[in-house]
């Protein structure tokens, strides 16, 4: 049973950087951000698989990265160079197969939110 708590959100200038964590509890063969703004529906950012390859959501550029940290049984989103389009709930989800459709993952952390103003 996987349980997801993340942390790191909060606000920043346009331009600036922030580091989401999710520690995670148990096993999950695909782990996941996703991102919700206010009347819109929730988007894949990026996932990572059991064996580290990455894939990103079809709007991502290259300013966020995703990472897992495996001994510390942390995920993490690295944000760079934010833009205010990215003010957001992030959320951590884990699910397999690799998906970066909200509906195809099973579990869901309770989100961070992120506000670039």
Known sequence: HV????SGGGSAQAGG???LSCVYSGYSWCMAW????????RKGVANINGIGA?????FMSDRFTISKD???KTLYLQMD????????????AA?????????EMSTWGQGTQ???S
């Open 3 to 6: 349980q997801l708590v993340e």
């Open 17 to 19: 950087s922030l580091r």
């Open 34 to 41: 996703f991102r919700q703004a206010p009347g819109s529906q």
């Open 54 to 58: 990455t894939s990103y959501g079809n």
């Open 70 to 72: 495996k001994a510390k």
């Open 81 to 92: 160079n934010l833009e205010p389009e990215d003010t957001a709930m992030y959320y951590c």
């Open 95 to 103: 699910g397999d197969p690799c998906s970066l459709t909200a509906s």
């Open 114 to 116: 992120v506000t670039v």
